[in-house]
């Protein structure tokens, strides 16, 4: 509850929020609808080409690696906040030629259709249909940019059999069902979508896999159903989605091809993900806002003394005793690291040095009239910083190297939607308020979804500046497409019990599909009094790409510890193995955990499995996520599966009841697989699981500098049977360099 002195701050906030729109967002006049109209011409373009309509224009442009840009009335791949080194030159092969009464552009993936009425079907080589997009429909009020003000809507069809995951992650995921999902960065699900909300759709089916990713900031929602809209559903009605926006270009890329090919040009577009700092990949512990130093450095301790040792702990608002500096220090020596949350408000306080810093330098966001825009955080009223400014960025960015930020290892962005608390409404800024959007201006139905994105990347730049030896580790609660070139996420809110432990899986699931592969809830939400539930949440959790646990709730009992501290010892074990794994996403874009469906998409079985899923190449996990469980079934890709623990070899392509006792969750490795380890004595050693007899297997050890940024060293090895047993042999020649252990029932 909010005390009365904060609740009548936000209720003013609230009505100034509201009063503050109803006088500086624009008033339109009635709406008018506008479609393209009839065919009229075309001008083929190296790469593809223009087609031009009654009403509009539509541009297709094939780049070098694949992917499909479409753009109506003029939209350009550029400016763009998702692209990480602009638009990929063309594929000068890719030809505009005409098709029946329609135009087509043929390339070595896809094959463009564009109908005498607009529409843009995208086929495989092959001719299989993968999408089918209609012709886009405006809505354009009289006076209004139709580029930046008009809202607008697309309709497209997709095969019968087909899944839709990503738009950032949902709990309800990993597949999405039938329903509208908001694009609106939100604090809390229940205001209207996730925290990192991101129009980009992965569609599986047996016609093949596809990205489609709508290049606007806007406000909107995408609806997704199975039938014809509004009808009854049935397993031989295409599926369907309908994308519509408050605002922005029309413009979509579309790529296409198996499910590594995709994420690896969909990173290549938007950035490769950013590698963590080694120590990162342990376990973190978030502290409740107000605990200081001296809690940090006991928490760290009674960790440590439950035989659950920590690699960070979060700092949120800290409050009287040890200093962050000296804190830091002393975690130091505990080998723990001090990792600050950060919120964008700025305290609006006459005299401090944030605030005079921030309005000398003009950073702060504005409205209409040139005022600044408050809102209302933990702290009290407070002023934002408009990232969408470079010179904003610029200035906060070096806030990183100032004190108290400077004590610390990593930095943990919360309320960056941005949030501002609101007794009514939308907890955000005003709608109508103004930013700078790179010097072309606009408001913040445009940027609200970009904040978190360019608050990570000041943070980015600013810590690449100060500390040009150390790799940043960067977390936000908030993002867009893109934010992996930055920073990882903390996966957003989950529901309570049980129901937010599988949200926990779904997330990270369709975070990694929308190209986040670093991501990981707290462990047990909000909280919780069930000691079952939060073994299983931490079990889960091992392995995930982030490892934290949060202050609400109890801590650890007797009935949890014991689970926890194996499964905490088994992630440390895994070490160079999610290490390799970071590595190899961001060399090729591929999540870290992913689906079953991964390298067998045409699996229907698979593509209908959400409670299981592989952390990297070799290892499936198949997590408890409701309780009294203790024997479970796991549906398994093709290929030869060995449970971890007990060693019984499984074929692919089945159904199998594996054992799920208390102390730990089903793990099973690929046969074949090569998986770095810890060994007893820390060193890295081979575990190789026996691969099938006449087959071969392999896998990859990718070591680097632990945070900084020399070149990692990349070894590859390759396994077979050689008279009657198993070789292990580094690609191009030569003995591993490491002490091989071999397992398996045929090893």
């Known amino acids: 509850m909010l005390r009365s002195a904060q609740g009548r701050l936000v209720v003013r906030s609230a009505l100034r929020r509201r009063g503050t729109d109803r006088r500086d967002l624009p008033r339109y006049a009635p709406e008018r609808a506008r479609t393209p109209g009839a065919l009229t011409g075309a001008e083929p373009e190296p790469g593809g080409g223009t087609v031009r309509f009654a009403r509009a224009v539509l541009r297709v442009r094939v780049t070098a690696g694949g992917a499909v840009f479409c753009g109506w009335d003029g939209a350009e791949p550029e400016p763009s906040y998702a692209l990480a080194a602009g638009c990929p030159p063309v594929d000068a092969r890719a030809v505009l030629e005409p098709d029946g009464e329609g135009w087509r552009v043929v390339s070595e993936r896809m094959t463009v259709r564009i109908s005498a009425r607009g529409a843009v079907a995208f086929h495989t080589p092959g001719g299989l249909l993968l999408r089918a997009e209609g012709p886009p429909r405006w809505r354009l009020p009289a006076g209004v940019v139709e580029s930046r003000g008009g809202r607008w809507e697309q309709r497209a069809r997709v095969p019968a059999d087909a899944r839709v995951y990503g738009l950032g992650g949902h709990g309800g995921g990993p597949a999405l069902g039938t329903g509208t999902y908001r694009l609106w960065n939100s604090a809390a699900q229940a205001g209207g979508g996730p925290s990192a909300a991101m129009p980009v759709q992965l569609v599986v089916s047996d016609a093949g896999c596809h990205l489609v990713f709508h290049d606007s900031t806007w406000d909107g929602e995408v609806a997704l159903w199975q039938g014809r809209e509004g009808a009854g559903s049935g397993p031989d009605q295409p599926g369907g989605s309908r994308v519509s926006m408050e605002g922005g270009p029309v413009r979509y890329w579309v790529l296409a091809g198996t499910p590594t090919r995709v994420l690896s040009g969909w990173t290549a577009l938007t950035g490769r993900p950013a590698v963590p700092p080694l120590w990162a990949l342990g376990l973190h512990h978030a502290l409740p806002p107000g605990a200081g130093g001296n809690e940090a450095v006991r928490a760290a301790a009674a960790l440590r003394e439950q035989g659950l040792p920590v690699a960070a702990v979060h700092l949120d608002t800290p409050g009287a005793g040890l200093e962050p500096a000296a804190a830091a220090e002393e975690l130091a020596v505990q080998g723990v690291r001090l990792v600050s949350v950060v919120d964008p408000g700025v305290p609006a306080a006459p005299g401090t040095k944030p605030y005079e810093d921030g309005r000398a330098a003009g950073a702060f966001v504005r409205d209409a009239r040139g005022r600044e825009v408050r809102g209302v955080t933990r702290a009290g009223e407070a002023v934002f910083p408009d990232v969408t400014d470079p010179a904003a960025r610029a200035w906060w960015g070096a806030r990183y190297a100032e004190e108290p930020l400077r004590a610390?290892?990593?930095?943990?962005?919360?309320?960056?939607?941005?949030?501002?608390?609101?007794?009514?409404?939308?907890?955000?800024?005003?709608?109508?308020?103004?930013?700078?959007?790179?010097?072309?201006?606009?408001?913040?139905r445009e940027a609200h979804n970009v904040y978190g994105l360019q608050l990570a990347r000041a943070a980015y730049e600013g810590l690449r500046a100060q500390r040009p030896e150390q790799r940043p580790f960067l977390l936000a609660r908030s993002g867009w497409a893109g934010v992996q070139r930055y920073a990882g996420t903390t996966a957003g809110d989950?529901?309570?019990?049980?129901?937010?432990?599988?949200?926990?899986?779904a997330l990270v699931l369709g975070l990694g599909l929308s190209g986040v592969p670093l991501s990981g809830p707290v462990v047990g939400g909000a909280g919780t009094d069930d000691p079952e539930l939060l073994a299983r949440w931490f079990q889960l959790a091992a392995y995930l790409p982030l490892l934290r646990t949060g202050a609400a709730g109890p801590g650890p009992d007797g009935q949890v510890l014991e689970p926890m501290r194996a499964a905490l010892a088994e992630r440390a074990r895994l070490l160079p193995y999610l290490e390799t794994v970071a590595h190899i996403s961001r060399r090729t874009g591929a999540p870290w955990v992913r689906p079953l469906w991964w390298k067998s998409p045409g699996d229907r079985d698979l593509r209908a499995c959400g409670d299981a899923f592989l952390l990297g190449d070799a290892l499936l996990v198949a997590p408890v996520l409701a309780p009294g469980v203790t024997r479970r079934r796991v549906r398994l890709p093709r290929g030869r599966w060995y449970d971890t623990v007990t060693g019984q070899a499984y074929p692919g392509r089945s159904t199998v009841l594996t054992a799920a006792p208390a102390e730990r969750i089903p793990v099973l490795a690929k046969a074949g697989a090569v998986l770095p380890v810890a060994g007893p004595d820390g060193a890295v050693e081979l575990e190789v699981w026996a691969p099938r007899a006449g087959r071969s297997g392999g896998g990859e050890v990718i070591a680097g500098d632990p945070e900084g940024w020399s070149s990692p060293r990349r070894e590859r090895y390759v396994t077979r049977w050689v008279e009657g047993r198993v070789a292990v042999e580094r690609e191009g020649g030569g003995a591993p360099r490491y002490t091989v252990r071999v397992r398996g029932a045929d090893a």
């Open 494 to 505: 989950t529901a309570a019990g049980w129901a937010g432990l599988r949200e926990s899986l």
């Open 408 to 444: 610390f290892a990593g930095f943990a962005h919360t309320m960056d939607e941005p949030q501002s608390l609101a007794a009514f409404g939308d907890p955000t800024l005003p709608r109508s308020a103004r930013h700078a959007l790179e010097g072309s201006g606009g408001d913040h």
